[in-house]
């Protein structure tokens, strides 16, 4: 609802005399109040009289007043939904948000079946469990996804996912720090920091002020010219990379460590689709000699094991890792978990610790694997259309340059001629122009349907 | 870990060449390195080199270092956990963080079990749910809860819990605005506050500056007297209270609402103990005409199903509430809820939808009704002993005086003596010394004995 929308149907010309009254009582100040939009249609206009809108003295954050539009992915699925609604018969297929489709493996849900029942015995009822987690699972994600990089238990915080967390690290950096963020790039990143107001005013094409835009394009094959960044506080950089798609070898994040420690920054690193790598590259920052000095690894079981749902995890918060005082980060974002947070949900811990048995293990494989043979379907039809095609080799996105073309245009060309739901790239940031974001996350069937529409559309 | 503690297990006087090398490449600043204290012991001092620590350029949010000591929960757990040590053999009682102990329900967690088990079909498989909740569970709280208030689907935002959601409306608030708390109170309010920057420094037994804190006394009947109340922003207000156990009348909230109104005051109202009320006093802020314009009311599962580590609660933004501008604050909650938070996890909410249905609420209701009982015993024990208690008839906590004395102190003596845990009433603010806090969370045979305890000490 927009804010003309709401203030039209609550406010009336009529309410002159209440507004009176209410003047006396609630020192409202009228300077507010914004003209009523009478709607008239089929004529039947009788002005009656209505309660005005009340409002508060508390000030609207300016930071969100900055914010454009709606967060990108909500965006979309009121798109989705109007186009439904303008097609009620067509059978649209979302390749748009992300979401995993596949049922989870069922030693893993089993689980999470098991440790709800449990929690009605006196024997298996848990309460308030570790903010940070619970220790076993702690452990075991130390120990699968570290195990010879040296991080520990300790170094280990679960979740209810990276987007949670993201929010939690601006917070605990607070806003003075200034941030990087790969163009283009996840949107939580750069909406969480003007959220807490590490950023100026946005401009079109250009993106938000105080924010360093680090290009991302295929002529630098997606790793920015670091020689051209300026120094930030904070480094957020995600690879394989959501959305184009492509994973930094291990010389790019040796420099990227190298750029951190010269600059005193700190790196974000999200390693959420690390299981999705195909080549040979470094699956966790910390495979780099020295990053525990200076990074911080997001990741999560989402797009592992279909958790999207569930809500699972994690962050990787390095005892080494100080901030210009000598004083360790973790300590303060163990305060931020304990503060604003109370802990991931009991029973879908136990759903990340059978992810982690062995079965779990090749369950979880096992699913990533099917989501890697759509994503050679995806990048098979737009490679036989002629176009340039990015990604899809170490992470399920595929990448697809429409030159010259406004992103939002091919989105709801695509969305009207085929009832397939994409995204558009420069909702990930200015960079991202020109390019639009297909998800290898769905059946297989509509996968394959969407192909055979895009073949239509392009042919 | 300190911070003294940190750095001297990775700093040896002998790195001196180290340092040289390190300062060439990653230009650490000397001047913020500690001493090394070395440990001796039984002497084998062989000064090795070791590496020094490095830090990075980002400055720690000043508004971190604010913060009073750990969290004050996670604080009595260390605490607890150091008796355990010193007296392993002694059967520790914990009557302190307010954590559930009784088994959840079977109806409710059968219906946990059953949502896990669905999601590894094709038919039960779901992924991303809308990041305010499901919509079902939305409507059935609304109509649970706020039947004929008018609050409607629209209004309630699932969440992870009230712990969460606290964070994310100052998150929604930012740095600019004031706030006001009831002393004493639930210490996320104050620390998150602090996170974001709305408060100065903490002064020794005066609290934060620029926090109006609202004292709630035996004198005052744990009402404060709003005349003497400065005007804030924001308002936090816990009926029934966490800690002090007392609920405010219809009266007195009608005060509450009318004072918001004159001041352009948003009231933050934590519910989350309402069903435990056995007085006739309002369930809900939103039992006050008028409310909708100013509150917003947090409340949680947890207290009520046994959901501590389930991680489920619900935050209420009527529509009728506006910033001075006129934006709506559902707005901007709801841009936090899509950008911060992505819903959650959807076997907890399954969950919730059980609680919900008539033969969860009986159920949830027996668990309350248990609590209750115990509630009373601890009350007679402390009423038997001569103390001053309060609380305890509409909530599960017990608020015993123990003037002129340190809370700490006796809480410290307690345990000491007792074994019991309980909370000094000084960690929920400075209105809160030479009281403590005993929970009636417990298994009845626990609580007996802590009684019985209780009566050995003070008898």
């Known amino acids: 609802m927009s804010l003309a929308n709401h203030l039209s149907s609550s406010i009336s010309s009529s309410s002159t005399s209440f507004l009176g009254q209410d003047n006396r009582h609630f020192n409202i ?25 009340y ?22 699925a009121r798109r989705r939904d109007t186009h439904k609604l303008k097609y009620p018969d067509a059978e649209v297929i979302s390749l748009g948000i992300g979401d995993t489709t596949e049922p989870i493996p069922d030693i893993i849900t089993s689980s999470m079946a098991k440790r709800s ?64 963020v790969q163009d283009p790039s996840y949107p939580a990143y750069v909406d969480s920091g003007v959220i807490m107001g590490q950023t100026g005013y946005y401009q079109k094409d250009v993106g938000y002020c105080n924010i360093e835009y680090m290009k991302c394009t295929p002529e630098n094959d997606f790793f920015p010219d670091l020689s051209t960044v300026s120094r930030t506080d904070v480094i ?16 790019q994040l040796t420099q990227l460590v190298q750029f951190a420690k010269e600059n005193g920054s700190i790196i974000v690193y999200d390693s959420a689709y690390a299981m999705y790598m195909s080549d040979d590259n470094p699956k966790s920052i910390f495979e780099i000699p020295g990053a525990k000095e200076v990074a911080i690894e997001i990741s999560s079981f989402s797009k592992y094991a279909g958790f999207t749902g569930v809500r699972l995890g994690w962050t990787v918060v390095p005892k080494e890792l100080h901030f210009s005082d000598g004083f360790p980060v973790a300590k303060d974002f163990n305060r931020i978990v304990c503060t604003c947070f109370n802990g991931a949900s009991n029973i879908a811990q136990a759903g990340g610790l059978a992810c982690l048995s062995p079965e779990g293990l090749k369950a979880m494989q096992e ?18 259309l002629g176009f340039n095609v990015y990604g899809g080799k170490n992470a399920p996105y595929v990448w697809v340059h429409f030159p010259g073309q406004s992103s939002w245009d091919v989105f709801s060309e695509i969305l009207e001629k085929t009832h397939v739901v994409t995204t558009p790239g420069s909702g990930f940031g200015p960079g991202g122009e020109g390019f639009i974001r297909v998800s290898a996350f769905g059946h297989r069937a509509n996968v394959l349907e969407a192909c055979r529409r895009f073949k239509e559309l392009y042919n």
Request: with cysteine; hydrophobic share 35%.
């Open 117 to 180: 029942h449990a929690l009605s015995t006196v024997e298996g009822y848990s309460g308030y469990g570790a903010e940070q987690g619970e220790k076993l699972l702690r452990s075991k994600i130390a120990s699968t996804f570290y195990g010879s990089l040296g991080i520990e238990e300790e170094d280990i915080f679960v979740s209810d996912g990276a987007k949670s967390d993201i929010s939690r690290l601006q917070v605990l950096f607070g806003s003075s720090v200034t941030m990087a």
């Open 55 to 76: 409002n508060t003295k508390v000030s609207r954050n300016a930071n969100m007043s900055k914010l454009q539009a709606g967060y990108l992915f909500p965006e979309i």
């Open 236 to 251: 957020f950089f995600c690879s394989p990379n959501n959305p184009t798609g492509s994973a930094a070898t291990k010389e």
């Open 367 to 384: 699913v990533i694997g099917f989501y890697e043979e759509n994503t050679n379907i995806i990048v098979e039809t737009f490679n036989s």
């Open 29 to 53: 100040r009228p300077k507010n109040l914004l003209l009523p939009i009478k709607k008239c249609g089929t004529c039947r206009c009788v002005a009656t009289p209505e309660k005005i809108a």
